[in-house]
T-cell receptor, first 114, second 116 residues
């Protein structure tokens, strides 16, 4: 079946601009996660959705970052007033939501802020 | 604090030889441990996990991992390496402080280079 998809695959934007990154999880997966991966590092947790609600947003670095999942499927990560330090690969993952269940990752969106 | 350490930035092995990629963890309570592999310009692929039960876990592509509670380790192994195994490998632990959210804490990653 189809895996997790993310669009766009690459995004280049100017400092100060607003960006939206989209994640389409595996059908039927109730849990959705966003992670950020900087060069040479492991992924770092940003936010977790169970259904439509953000159950844990403790990883969002500041209030410029926001994410939604209005219908419990597709999610959008929104970044306002982008900064050069926001440049990274943003990864989305989904799972069935069971404790201990493995997460399935999308290919990521590479964000470059110039 | 909850953490994962991968002490080797890079592991080099010859094709056909056994490989080990090391991982140690620090977590309160019973750990849920995972290994993922990342190929260039692709997302992370799940390899295997340890939740409970047998300490030797078998996963995809012939990989296995051994959970050792006394050494707080979860090393990834394969009896005979292939050139196609060359990739970036991540160990991860579920953050038990967050209840049942399932969010993962990842290590820094280890690059595996298998030479013909």
């Amino acid at each position: 079946g189809a895996g997790v998809s993310q669009t766009p695959s690459n995004k280049v934007t100017e400092k100060g601009k607003y960006v939206e990154l989209r994640c389409d999880p595996i059908s039927g997966h109730t849990a959705l996660y966003w992670y950020r991966q900087s060069l040479g590092q492991g992924p770092e947790f940003l936010i977790y959705f169970q259904g439509t609600g953000a159950a844990d947003d403790s990883g969002l670095p500041n209030d410029r970052f926001f994410a939604v999942r209005p219908e419990g499927s597709v999610s959008t990560l929104k970044i306002q007033r982008t900064e050069r330090g926001d440049s990274a690969v943003y990864l989305c993952a989904s799972s069935l939501g069971r404790t201990g269940g493995e997460q399935y990752f999308g290919p990521g969106t590479r964000l470059t802020v110039t | 604090a909850q953490s994962v350490a991968q002490p080797e930035d890079q592991v080099n092995v010859a094709e056909g030889n056994p490989l080990t990629v090391k991982c140690t963890y620090s977590v309160s309570g019973n750990p849920y441990l995972f290994w993922y592999v990342q190929y260039p310009n692709r997302g992370l692929q799940f390899l295997l996990k340890y939740i409970t039960g047998d300490n030797l876990v078998k996963g995809s592509y012939g990989f296995e991992a051994e959970f050792n509670k006394s050494q707080t380790s979860f090393h990834l192994k394969k009896p005979s390496a292939l050139v196609s195994d060359s990739a970036l490998y991540f160990c991860a632990v579920r953050d038990v402080r967050s209840g049942n959210t399932g969010k993962l804490i990842f290590g820094q990653g280890t690059t595996l280079q298998v030479k013909p």
